[in-house]
């Protein structure tokens, strides 16, 4: 027996008579196997990386990106609102992290001198030591499960084609429903 797609759930809908609605653009069967594809790899990437991550440094791998991204920052800092937008997450999640992150010792907020609602995200000397030992086995799981399997072609279109995507995901103006405006 075949998988049952939104098509064919639709079809046998209340309401899905002609005049009601346009024609949803159902996807067609490539598309459909496209789509399924990427959901297995993303989910099996991030569960993946998790494991490592709490395996090697008992943080889940958004974290480590956090820290990542304020060990990249000049001064190892940076705005709350600026971390939350590098991250993808919402100031809610973001702030939830960081109190975690500042509980481990890795990260302290700073009150912001010009603005008196912002802070700074700071990363601590702990919080270098911890990214110094884990690095070495979070990229060891990138490329084990990402790189190792990609001839350099395929590395590359892979780039140019989440690039794409993510463009995409991220209108501009003043009405953009992004996370980190969240």
């Not at 709490?54 to 990542?68: F, I």
């Not at 937008?85 to 809610?92: C, E, G, L, P």
């Not at 500042?102 to 009150?111: M, Q």
Request: with cysteine; net charge neutral.
């Amino acid at each position: 027996m075949g998988d049952m797609g939104e098509k064919d759930l639709m079809e046998d809908a209340p309401g899905a008579g002609p005049g009601t609605a346009p024609e949803p653009r159902w996807l067609g069967d490539d598309e459909q196997r496209v789509w399924r594809a990427y959901l297995h790899a993303t989910t099996l990437l991030e569960d993946h990386l998790d494991r490592q991550l709490q395996r090697d440094a008992g943080m889940p791998h958004v974290y480590y990106g956090l820290l990542v991204q304020l060990s990249q920052a000049p001064r190892r800092r940076l705005r709350m609102t600026e971390l939350a937008k590098s991250a993808k997450i919402t100031r809610s999640r973001l702030s939830h992290a960081v109190a975690r992150l500042e509980k481990n010792g890795w990260v302290r907020r700073e009150d912001c001198p010009s603005d008196k609602r912002g802070q700074f995200a700071q990363l601590t000397d702990e919080g270098v030591e911890v990214l110094r030992r884990t690095a070495p086995g979070h990229v060891a799981a990138v490329r084990q499960a990402m790189f190792d399997r990609l001839s350099p072609e395929q590395v590359t279109q892979l780039g140019v084609i989440m690039r794409v995507m993510a463009e995409g995901l991220e209108p501009a103006g003043p009405d953009a429903d992004l996370p980190w405006l969240r």
